[in-house]
């Protein structure tokens, strides 16, 4: 019994120190992290997927631990189906390009052609109106003796016609009396030749002679011809003073009749046929309305045709972002750790393909209040690398509060944490002595 209380006692004692030196020391993993400041080393994988895309894997340009740069290639979806899509667009795209162009010149012509019309409609009624007031009032006193005195110019003109053909009918008689004295000057030259002729033929006249007789003979043929054309022209004249006179005096008529019907002034006939052509006037300029209303209809379904495109476009950008989207591309330097899809295979709508080891380096530890005020974000931290048993510079990257679980507690306060802790991560250059698992720790 004696023996068995001794034991008992040990026990008791040696479990009363053996907490008393784990609550003084703490021999957590949370614990000891934060007094020793040790972690390991860790690179950042990055999943490289294919944003808001899927299809058939068509090549893979890498391999697994393959070194890449941003940028660089990983995996090619097939891209047929969405190239006939993009063929297709393109060419709905140029059809509809056509039929803007189109529709735009037939509405400018349009336009042009209303804008010509309107004018000339508006003028056309300023016409009307003005010939139907006309019309309405009667001439008015100063029109009257204008109009009288276009009657006596044609009058004028009329008797100045009629002087006309009277000397051209007597330069007629001169030119026909013209004729017959050169017709008598002919006759005589050829009685004239053919005496000398006859007497040349016998040797009683000299050949001087008869040269002479044949050039008179000449001269007086072409005197006649002169006097025959002077005659014609003559005649000519007289018809065309005739026509002058004729037309002259139906130009009395008319400024006459027109000086009649201005005294007596318009028939109700007249009047009421002046105001339907006032009225169809400004029918024609009313319909004018109606054309350009239906230009706005035109233009806006040239606006509604430039909308479409505008459609197709965003589908046409949409389809072409989708296509470039299917080609996988690194996002960062590093290493390819992983392919998941193989040559062949599907991959789902924002599937990863490839995993990518960064070549930045990292690790962080756990640091209490007490020790958080000795490092800052940006400020350079001496590492050690227990593998390489060299120190190297860390660079501070951030610093966040630490999970409750984390904080050192003791027994008051109602179990709430007497220390709080913080993770701080520290970043290192990548060399190609360091590696991701290496054990680190921070000097104090």
């Not at 030196?21 to 934060?34: F, H, S």
Request: cysteine-free; charged content about 25%; proline content about 1%.
């Amino acid at each position: 019994m004696k023996k068995k209380a001794i034991m008992y006692v040990v026990l008791v004692v040696a479990l009363a120190g053996g907490g008393t030196l784990m609550a003084m020391e703490g021999k957590d993993a949370v614990t000891v992290a934060a007094s020793e400041k040790s972690a390991l080393l860790a690179a950042d994988s990055v999943n490289q997927t294919f944003q808001g895309v899927g299809g058939k894997v068509a090549s893979i340009a890498v391999v697994e631990q393959q070194q890449v740069k941003k940028g660089d290639v990983l995996i090619q979806l097939d891209t047929t189906d969405i190239d006939l899509q993009i063929a297709k667009l393109e060419g709905d795209m140029e059809q509809a390009e056509v039929k803007i162009e189109q529709a735009q010149k037939s509405l400018d012509v349009q336009s042009e052609k209303i804008a010509s019309q309107e004018k000339q409609y508006r003028l056309d009624l300023e016409a009307a109106q003005a010939a139907e007031s006309l019309v309405v009032q009667g001439a008015r006193s100063e029109d009257l003796k204008k109009q009288e005195l276009a009657v006596e110019a044609a009058k004028q003109s009329a008797e100045a016609a009629e002087v006309a053909v009277e000397t051209a009918k007597k330069n007629v008689t001169v030119a026909e009396l013209a004729v017959k004295t050169k017709q008598s000057g002919a006759d005589l030259a050829q009685t004239n030749y053919d005496r000398v002729k006859g007497l040349y033929d016998k040797g009683l006249a000299a050949k001087t002679d008869l040269e002479s007789a044949e050039n008179q003979l000449e001269n007086a043929g072409a005197a006649l011809e002169t006097a025959k054309r002077q005659a014609e022209i003559a005649v000519n004249q007289v018809t065309a003073a005739e026509k002058q006179l004729a037309a002259a005096d139906n130009a009395v008529s008319q400024q006459q009749t027109a000086l009649d019907k201005m005294k007596a002034g318009a028939t109700a006939e007249e009047k009421e046929q002046a105001h339907i052509k006032t009225e169809k006037a400004q029918e024609a300029l009313n319909s004018i309305a109606q054309s350009k209303e239906e230009v706005a209809n035109g233009q806006y379904n040239i606006d509604l045709l430039a909308k479409q495109k505008e459609a197709l476009k965003i589908q046409y950008d949409t389809l072409k972002l989708q296509k470039e989207r299917m080609t996988l591309v690194a996002s960062a330097d590093g290493k390819v750790t992983r392919i998941v899809p193989k040559i062949g295979e599907m991959v789902g709508t924002g599937g990863v393909g490839a995993v990518i080891e960064t070549e930045q380096l990292y690790y962080e530890v756990y640091v209490s209040e007490t020790d958080v005020a000795d490092f800052e974000v940006g400020g350079q931290v001496k590492t050690h690398v227990k593998a390489l048993k060299t120190d190297v510079e860390g660079t501070v990257k951030s610093i966040a509060s630490a999970p409750q679980y984390a904080s050192l507690r003791m027994s008051r306060e109602k179990g709430l944490a007497d220390l709080s802790s913080y993770i701080v991560r520290i970043e290192i250059a990548r060399t190609p002595e360091l590696l991701p698992g290496m054990t680190v720790e921070v000097k104090a």
